[in-house]
């Protein structure tokens, strides 16, 4: 299916044609990766440099070599990080090893029972990133306060769990993600928690600019045809939200009325 590319996602001045964005772990090897993503049909992909090896260990396999740069836009994220001082040296050897890139997810884990996001440790690490010159896209609780601070602290696009990561519970809080969308200048999109296509068509309804999803996709029975089924979910569920859809009601409004007919 060709992508909409009159709608595209622009993020820190780089524009894409998926809303898609993808992890890279989990699956059983890296050519069921590189399946994935290719029908998927994502442009980002998330890699965590603290669990992958894109270059720091020389004798081991590269994933860059699945996953090229000049073909996808590499995210390295700081998964694994548990305090703000790790999370910033992780995005330096980041952009250490991708000579100079600088487009990093930030993530900063409180504890590793709930893997929610620490958002003292948040702030702290994506001040000193920015003011450093990173791009950072934001992991963050789903708290329109939080997501405004971070946005005014620079960050170029802030995304909110809509369940605990991997939990593949769905979009638990819609009134909160569609709060933050509503009042963000920055894109929003929704990371962690997604467990099926519904789920990523649902962030899109509520005006999300896109979905970064891993668990969903990797620990499915068929994850190349559930990351398929992720992509089209994407799209139906932005052309829903950009169709805008009829005003709920509580009782029936028959879609042939009586009035008007001719009787014999």
Known sequence: MPQNLTDPLIIADRTFSSRLLVGTGKYRDMDETRAAVDASGAEIVTIAVRRSNIGQNTDEPNILEVLPPNRFTLL???????????????????????????LMKLEVLGDEKTLFPDVIATLKAAEELVRDGF????????????????????????????????????????????????????????????????DAAVAMELGCDGVLMNTAIAAAQKPVLMASAMRKGIEAGREAYLAGRMPAKRFASASSPLEGLFFD
Request: glycine letters at 8%.
């Open 76 to 102: 390295p994220n700081t998964a694994g990080c548990y305090d703000a001082e790790t999370a910033v040296r992780t995005c330096r050897l980041a952009r250490e090893l991708l000579d100079g890139h600088d």
């Open 135 to 198: 791009k950072i896209m934001v992991y963050t609780n789903d708290d329109p306060i939080m997501a405004r601070e971070l946005e005014a602290m620079g960050c170029v696009a802030v995304m909110p769990l809509a369940a605990p990561i991997g939990s593949g519970l769905g979009i638990r809080n819609k009134l909160n993600i569609r709060t933050i969308v509503e009042n963000a200048s920055v894109p929003v999109l929704v990371d962690a928690g997604v467990g099926t296509a519904s």
